[in-house]
């Protein structure tokens, strides 16, 4: 005959329970420990609690007047606690946030699978536990992230769900929920990068500027990167870094590719990754030549992610649609080509989405090279900058590879 689920669920509660009451007794002796009077309750106090929690919770499960009693009870008890503790200049609820967490392990047990509680449990000890860390993240953010990360809530869980996917846009193969998709996912790739390269290596060297950088802009990264190659003279670790940064733009297009057009992406996989892994070859030649110097790049903490941007994305991304529509209908695909080079010298994203996500007239053979050459002459561009704000002393290794990478990229797409 197997356990009683009740003798389960109390097991588990006085379980949980009893190791939250001993994680606090620690955290109170680590960071606390002249303010132990000022805690409520020992391991076995909140042992008790969540015991009563599970007892009364089980008595009257339906109003929860019992249990709700209790609650307030204890509540008072901790109020008298609370008012001790302001006059002595402190005012932190951690411990009856802690006891309220441990009374509602019983209702817990009882109403969800062991995941729930377990999860609760988990959380607390976290929680308690990250206390320092959480001290330096907080004091080492900076305050406008958060309404950074808002704006990103708003494209993405707002916006984006609000959008009908059935009707197309008057004059465009698309729906308005599959251009905002596209919004938000270019966004995302670069909030995702930035947020890498800023909080995770924030002050790792040119080597991994240029390989985060490029996951949000490959182009900007060379320009910044250009700049210091021509302050610091001949540097191989930024010629590393730049040839990296350009390696890395391949790959975030194939993951562009892979999301709105997976026939497509398979296509680009052979080149694109290739060319990545070519890129970042020669880059790690240079990396080993280059100087090891301990100076860092200046990061500029400007989040790539507003609303602004957003916007005008979208336009261009509807403006490129239009553009691309007109030149396959009077021009086929040689106007295609041509046009697929002319605007590697601009932001190449708004036309790569328009070409994965709309219906044209065109073979998807014809698109793979279109992005194709797109991507190549975006190099041939960088690499102008490179040796623009680099100087010919600073930017000219980089330069050869990149636009080496992209008269290859090109002959093959026209190969």
Do not use: C
């Amino acid at each position: 005959m197997g356990l009683s689920s009740d003798l389960v669920h109390l097991v588990i509660t006085v379980v949980f329970s009893f190791l939250v009451g001993m994680e606090l007794k620690t955290y109170r002796q680590q960071f606390h420990a002249k303010d132990e009077n000022l805690f409520f309750g020992t391991a076995r106090t909140y042992t008790f609690i969540g015991i009563l929690g599970y007892i009364f919770y089980r008595i009257e499960p339906v109003h929860l007047i019992l249990y709700i009693s209790v609650m307030v009870a204890l509540s008072l008890l901790f109020l008298v606690l609370y008012m001790k503790k302001i006059q002595e200049g402190r005012s932190s609820i951690l411990p009856y946030v802690v006891m309220l967490s441990v009374y509602a392990f019983g209702p817990l047990t009882e109403r969800f699978e062991l995941w729930m509680p377990s999860l609760l449990f988990v959380l607390i000890i976290f929680l308690l536990n990250a206390k320092q860390s959480l001290q330096r993240f907080s004091s080492d953010i900076n305050m406008h992230e958060f309404e950074t990360l808002g704006k990103m809530v708003l494209l993405s869980a707002v916006i984006l769900p609000l959008l009908p996917n059935t009707h197309t846009i008057p004059y465009l193969p698309i729906s308005p929920f599959k251009m905002w998709l596209a919004v938000v996912v270019i966004s995302g790739i670069s909030y995702g990068g930035y947020l890498v390269q800023k909080y995770f290596f924030p002050s790792k060297g040119y080597f991994l500027t240029g390989i985060f950088g490029g996951t949000y802009s490959s182009t900007a990264t060379t320009v910044v990167l250009a700049r210091k190659a021509k302050v610091g003279g001949d540097n191989h670790v930024i010629d590393a870094a730049i040839i990296a940064a350009t390696s890395m733009m391949y790959l975030r297009l194939l993951v562009v590719a892979t999301v709105f057009n997976f026939s497509v992406a398979r296509s680009l996989a052979l080149p694109f990754v290739a060319a990545a892994l070519i890129g970042m070859l020669v880059s790690f030649v240079y990396l080993k030549r280059g100087e090891r110097r301990t100076m860092n790049p200046d990061f500029v903490d400007k989040n790539p992610l507003e609303l602004g941007t957003a916007f005008l994305f979208a336009g261009l991304f509807v403006l490129m649609m239009l553009v691309t529509h007109f030149v396959i209908n009077h021009y086929g695909n040689s106007g295609l080509q041509i046009l697929s080079f002319i605007v590697g010298f601009t932001d190449i994203d708004p036309f790569i989405l328009s070409l994965l996500t709309g219906k044209y007239t065109v073979a998807q053979t014809e698109l793979v090279t279109a992005i194709m050459i797109a991507a190549g002459s975006n190099n041939l561009l960088k690499a102008v900058y490179a040796v623009w704000f680099g100087g010919w002393k600073g930017g000219a290794n980089s330069a050869v590879w990149i636009a080496l990478l992209g008269l290859v990229t090109i002959g093959w797409a026209l190969y």
